[in-house]
């Protein structure tokens, strides 16, 4: 089949699951925002506030190679960074696996795969905007205080974000297929979430962390969640293309467990309810 | 009076064996459940650990003290976890299915079914992670006597406190289609408390403290546990456990003239 085929074939099935995904978001806007932004807003606050007492009577000081003033960009960069990576929905494909619900992506000719990562795409969109004027306004009001990054390194930047997000998204699928052998996993989505959170970079930069973590880390695909996007952002792009290796490496990884997983999982399957 | 404590005690034993019971059906999910809280109880002590290996002090605090500081709040987010949490996120639910009419009808306390009914046994087990680690940090900071009697209190205070608040705010479900918002908003309130109060701006503080005062929930009985001859940290906590108990029994009622029952 030609690429122009498989364009006609595949983008008003993904398009119509987008158009779909951003009408259930909006329909609960307050708890979107609830949930989706808030977490972030207030996580910035906590830190903006923590790291302001670190500093206080000393700005210019050096803590772990970081003025106050290129600590508060980093995290900004990290908020944004974070908006656009921390889309999962895992719950939601364990919850229709228990409750026999995955039946119909069997018979569709839409996979569910395809079903998740069309959602997932939507709501990257979605927080996109959020990011973009997010963006926009603190550099209205913070105009000479932030420095706003080339336009290369932006679109580097935003190549390393949306890798990681892709991982993301692999690894939250793959969190929900392991509802073809346990009831919940909610709790693995959560444990996985507080271990990029902290292996990221998101609290304290990774550059405060010891050495031989700094150098374990290099091979994981955390700190392109928020530390390398963020430095890269920052005007640093040291380490970027061996990030981008590994990024690649690790996307590739889960997305063919990911198939195998769900191959093995659907042989458990008992399609409850049918 | 004994008659009563009696009976809530028996319903109590009731409900902390059927929720024991229905651990065990998912063994997996149980052994899980005490994993999540321990990588975020670690992640979270290693978070202050690795900071302070680069500055001094954060605010008037040292090391030691964040770090008692982080224990006693974190033994705090245990006990809420174990014989709280569940509950806030079933209780929007209940108010939208009409299922809330069951705990109504009952001759016990509507707030007391709504809220106590499920009990998490698996974070029960954690208190091995977070009662070490308050002792240890404890020990660090060199309590008074005073203060290790006091301890077992402080924290107990906090956790009325926190749950007294979180309640309150739990009564905004009666006027919401979904009321799963106001559990973000509490989550969220709880990630604000895990921090000392002097870590926030002025304005945020004095919000946080005296308006919905979140930031009393660890930093009041850490206060005084660190410095006893200061109880006034303590007599706010007090006050506001106590206003915050008026209010949530104030917008319970008001909240149950909205609440429409089952079906609709």
Redesign the interface.
Known sequence: MNPKALWSLYLPKWGATMQVAWSNLLVYRLNFLLSAIAPLVVFLVVKLSLWYRVYEGAPSALVGGFTFSQMATYHLWVFLTSLLVFNGNATKISEDIRMGKITSYLIYPFSLWEFHGATFLARTLVQLGIAATTLTGVWAFLSGQVHFPEPHTLALGLLLTLMAAGFWFWANYLVGLIGFWMEETWTLMVMLQILAYFLSGSLIPLSFYPPWLQGLLNYTPFPAIAYLPARVLMGESAGVIQALWVLGFWNLGAALLAQLVWKKGLRLYTAAGM | MGSRIKQYLSIYGSFFSTSFSAAMS?R??FV??I??DL??YY?HL??ID??Y???QT??IWDRQQLLFFASVMLAINQISMTLVSENYWIFPLSIRTGELDFSLIKPVNAVFLSFFRIIRPGSLINVCFTGPAVVYFGLQVGLSPLAWVCLPFAVVGGFLLQNAIEMFLSCAMFWM??G??IN??R??LQ??A??PD????RL?RSSLTLVLPVLLIGSGPVRFLLDPTDGWPLVWLVGFLGLFWLLLGFFWRLGLKAYESASS
């Open positions: 998912f997996g999910h899980l459940l994993l999540m990588v975020f992640t290693v978070s690795i900071l290996d680069h500055i954060i605010g289609m979904d799963t918002g973000f908003i989550v969220e990630q604000l895990r921090w002097f870590v926030y701006p945020l």
